[in-house]
């Protein structure tokens, strides 16, 4: 059984970006990782877009744009590209072991509406690692502590709360390494 870890923040507290340096730091120490992560697509500094980037590999496709006049599929300001949610779900279902597992964001599309990754929202706790990573917004916080009452749970916009954060899944994912090492 995994450890459910949540980060929670609103838009633009830096939960994507804290993400990626928490993989790219645990990576370099030698934990495996695997997920999604949705890093915002800029132009001229303004938010146009929402990419699917699968980790280790990087592969990245465009999972939302803002919405025109006559798009399907959207979702608040967002036209939603649902051939991505279900490569990305794909990648998220696959019952392969890695230290941390990680999804950025399950938002109100998921939670709500039943759509985009919700199909691995009972598997939460259960996927094959350690360590289990999620972001969300603080509008979904009473639903994840009311489904997984073992999550827990960091305000990215409290102080410190990264380096709380950070500490607590090393030492999770610590836990245990000596005595695998030296098993016979």
């Given at each position: 059984?995994?450890?459910?870890i949540g980060?929670?923040?609103?838009s633009g ?172």
């Amino acid at each position: 059984m995994s450890q459910l870890i949540g980060i929670y923040g609103s838009s633009g507290c830096g939960k994507t970006r804290f993400v990626e340096e928490l993989v790219r730091r645990l990576s370099e120490e030698g934990f495996s990782c695997k997920g999604v992560f949705s890093p915002a697509i800029f132009e001229a500094d303004v938010k146009i877009g929402i990419a699917a980037q699968l980790i280790p590999s990087g592969e990245r496709r465009q999972l939302a744009r803002l919405a025109q006049a006559g798009d399907g599929q959207v979702f608040g300001k967002w036209h939603m590209f649902p051939e991505t949610m279900t490569w990305a779900l794909e990648y998220l279902q696959k019952d392969v072991y890695s230290d941390l597992w990680v999804i950025d964001e399950i938002g109100p599309y998921e939670v709500e509406k039943g759509l985009g990754w919700a199909a691995i929202l009972p598997r939460l706790g259960n996927l094959p690692s350690k360590v289990t990573l999620i972001t969300y917004r603080p509008s979904l916080m009473t639903y994840f502590s009311s489904h997984y009452p073992s999550i827990l749970a960091f305000d990215l916009e409290q102080a410190g709360a990264a380096e709380k954060a950070t500490w607590k899944i090393e030492e999770l994912l610590s836990a245990g390494e000596i005595s695998q090492k030296f098993a016979f």
